[in-house]
Nanobody
Framework: QVQLVESGGGLVQAGGSLRLSCEVSGSMSRINAMGWYRQASGKPRELVATVTLSGRTNYADSVKGRFTISRDNTKNTVYLQMNSLKSEDTAVYYC?????????WGQGTQVTVSS
């Protein structure tokens, strides 16, 4: 069973920073792509950022230049450094990983940005 445990969410003022972490554990041979998605109230879930096994990154236009995704393969952990946060970044953030031809999701962590 594969488990994803997210941490680092919370309440922050606009312009502030937060760092999300997602640790993956369980029985799997190799983690491929890792990423973060978010879902604001009343809106569909959307891609925030992804990072491949080789380290190639991809970002939503709305977060480019403000967010940085990274991974530590020795710890099976993916991070999302979020700077210059805006009120529109308020959402539940979900970790997503691909492993052994399957996709796994974390339980989500709330990020609230006050203006």
């Amino acid at each position: 069973q594969v488990q994803l445990v997210e941490s680092g969410g919370g309440l922050v003022q606009a312009g502030g920073s937060l760092r999300l972490s997602c640790e993956v554990s369980g029985s799997m041979s190799r983690i491929n792509a890792m990423g973060w998605y978010r879902q604001a109230s009343g809106k569909p879930r959307e891609l925030v950022a992804t990072v491949t096994l080789s380290g190639r990154t991809n970002y939503a236009d709305s977060v480019k230049g403000r967010f940085t995704i990274s991974r530590d393969n020795t710890k099976n952990t993916v991070y999302l450094q979020m700077n210059s946060l805006k009120s529109e970044d308020t959402a539940v953030y979900y970790c997503n990983v691909g492993a052994d031809l399957r996709t796994y999701w974390g339980q989500g962590t709330q990020v609230t940005v006050s203006s």
